[in-house]
């Protein structure tokens, strides 16, 4: 029997990223609102730690594919978001109980970084569909929130705000991937899915006598 793959691409890989982030922004809502404590700290890193291998895996296939805003987004959410993200939180639960001071307010330093970056690129995902758009504005209004906590210019009353918008986030990403799997394994939009914002060309008319 012949079990030759005659499959000659690489599917999309965007729905796993999509999922990891999910899992990331509803594991982020559950610590900022307090959902759990932060005795959760040392699980939460292990997720992340998940999340990177999986975002690693779909930038580098994101940009073979020349999928230049996702790859890159997904490569830098999966070394800094995940990674980092995921060791720092398991480094810092273990350094407080042990009693050792650090000063966490460096976070906030490389936060600043991710957060202003995502913004500029914010215009490029305005040609994805409308829903990965609505994803990115969400992160878009939590991420400054986050920096601004750990640099300790906002208190942490201030948590709840990005809470909302991660699990905001995290929802539409859920239905986007869903939508992307189901639809592509059926070959017809069965989960709807918006295309991009559209926006008007206004045309600037000269009238001359």
Same mark, same amino acid.
Request: proline share 5%.
């Given at each position: 029997?012949?079990?030759?793959?005659?499959?000659?691409?690489?599917s999309?890989?965007?729905?796993?990223? /999509? *999922?990891?982030?999910?899992?990331?922004?509803?594991? %982020?809502?559950? +610590?900022?609102? &307090?959902? @759990?404590?932060?005795?959760?700290?040392?699980?939460?890193?292990?997720?992340?730690?998940g999340?990177?291998?999986?975002?690693?895996?779909v930038?580098?296939?994101?940009?073979?594919?020349?999928?230049?805003?996702?790859?890159?987004?997904?490569?830098?959410?999966?070394?800094?978001?995940? /990674? *980092?993200?995921?060791?720092?939180?398991?480094?810092? %639960?273990?350094? +407080?109980?042990? &009693?050792? @001071?650090?000063?966490?307010r460096?976070?906030?330093?490389?936060?600043?970084?991710?957060?202003?970056s995502?913004?500029?690129?914010?215009?490029?995902?305005?040609?994805?569909?409308r829903?990965?758009?609505?994803?990115?504005?969400?992160?878009?209004?939590s991420?400054?929130?986050?920096t601004l906590?750990?640099?300790?210019?906002?208190?942490?009353?201030?948590?709840? +705000?990005?809470?909302?918008?991660?699990?905001?986030?995290?929802?539409?990403?859920?239905?986007?991937a869903?939508?992307?799997?189901?639809?592509?394994?059926?070959?017809?939009?069965?989960?709807?899915?918006?295309?991009?914002?559209?926006?008007?060309?206004?045309?600037?008319?000269?009238?001359?006598?």
């Amino acid at each position: 029997m012949n079990h030759e793959n005659k499959i000659k691409e690489w599917s999309n890989p965007t729905p796993a990223g /999509l *999922v990891a982030l999910a899992i990331a922004c509803f594991c %982020f809502f559950a +610590i900022l609102s &307090g959902k @759990v404590t932060h005795d959760a700290m040392p699980l939460l890193g292990t997720w992340l730690l998940g999340g990177f291998v999986v975002q690693f895996v779909v930038a580098l296939l994101d940009l073979k594919g020349g999928n230049n805003t996702g790859g890159n987004t997904f490569l830098f959410f999966s070394a800094f978001f995940m /990674l *980092v993200g995921g060791m720092g939180m398991i480094m810092k %639960f273990n350094m +407080i109980n042990k &009693g050792i @001071v650090f000063d966490a307010r460096i976070d906030g330093w490389a936060w600043m970084v991710l957060t202003l970056s995502l913004i500029l690129w914010t215009p490029a995902f305005f040609k994805s569909t409308r829903l990965l758009t609505i994803v990115i504005l969400a992160l878009d209004v939590s991420l400054p929130f986050i920096t601004l906590m750990d640099l300790g210019i906002l208190p942490k009353t201030y948590a709840i +705000i990005p809470a909302w918008g991660l699990l905001s986030a995290g929802i539409v990403a859920i239905y986007l991937a869903s939508a992307i799997v189901v639809n592509t394994a059926y070959g017809k939009t069965v989960y709807p899915l918006p295309g991009p914002f559209e926006f008007k060309k206004r045309s600037l008319k000269i009238v001359t006598e």
